[in-house]
T-cell receptor, first 114, second 111 residues
Framework: NAGVMQNPRHLVRRRGQEARLRCSPM?????VYWYRQLPEEGLKFMVY????????ESGMPKERFSAEFPKEGPSILRIQQVVRGDSAAYFC????????????FGPGTRLLVL | ELKVEQNPLFLSMQEGKNYTIYCNYS?????LYWYRQDPGKSLESLFV???NGAVKQEGRLMASLDTKARLSTLHITAAVHDLSATYFC???????????WGAGTKLIIKP
């Protein structure tokens, strides 16, 4: 049973470019969460999605950031016109469709903005 | 607003010793999770605690939850080098899914 998959694992972008981060949840999981982690800090919730629906995006910056989880294919976190402050590790987690279930994390994408 | 505090944030200890990491949270919650993260790696689920008085053990790690005190502890018994990692607690927020994370405790175990 493959775990949560994220790609790319490392991404380097110059200021002003776009970053696309992909996440494939574990088999049987229909809930996807995106988190951001700055060095030496805990995780900050960004967005929670189910298939074709954004349930809660309260942790996501209003501008430049968007997320989707289409009916087919992986969830995508998109950052437009990246700035240096976007440099961080972005983790995706998935869980089964029942609350209190443990969230299982992918390996993360480390984004570096030059 | 739910806030989660871990202490200590950094802990260096000798192999064979016992120690406890604390996780305090500010408002009522019905679930608490402990995760482990190795440097540059993802987060691995260790424990899920869902009720007052819950205690779970796995190897040299034992986690407990006191919902009245809003406190969870992660106890390490006879530490070994392989347990060196950063340990996070995460507390369930108002919604079913949202987790509020502590800043993490970086644990270094010296041989």
């Amino acid at each position: 049973n493959a775990g949560v998959m994220q790609n790319p694992r490392h991404l380097v972008r110059r200021r002003g470019q776009e970053a696309r981060l992909r996440c494939s949840p574990m088999k049987g999981h229909s809930h996807v969460y995106w988190y951001r982690q700055l060095p030496e800090e805990g995780l900050k919730f960004m967005v929670y999605l189910q298939k074709e629906n954004i349930i809660d995006e309260s942790g996501m910056p209003k501008e430049r950031f968007s997320a989707e989880f289409p009916k087919e294919g992986p969830s995508i976190l998109r950052i437009q016109q990246v700035v240096r402050g976007d440099s961080a590790a972005y983790f995706c987690a998935s869980s089964p469709p029942a609350w209190q279930e443990t969230q299982y994390f992918g390996p993360g994408t480390r984004l570096l903005v030059l | 607003e739910l806030k989660v505090e871990q202490n200590p944030l950094f802990l260096s200890m000798q192999e064979g010793k016992n120690y406890t990491i604390y996780c305090n949270y500010s408002t009522t919650s019905d679930r608490l999770y402990w995760y482990r993260q190795d440097p540059g790696k993802s987060l691995e689920s260790l424990f899920v605690l869902l009720s007052n008085g819950a205690v779970k053990q796995e190897g040299r790690l034992m986690a407990s939850l006191d919902t009245k005190a809003r406190l969870s502890t992660l106890h390490i018994t006879a530490a070994v080098h392989d347990l060196s990692a950063t340990y996070f607690c995460a507390v369930g927020g108002d919604s079913n899914y949202q987790l509020i994370w502590g800043a993490g405790t970086k644990l270094i175990i010296k041989p």
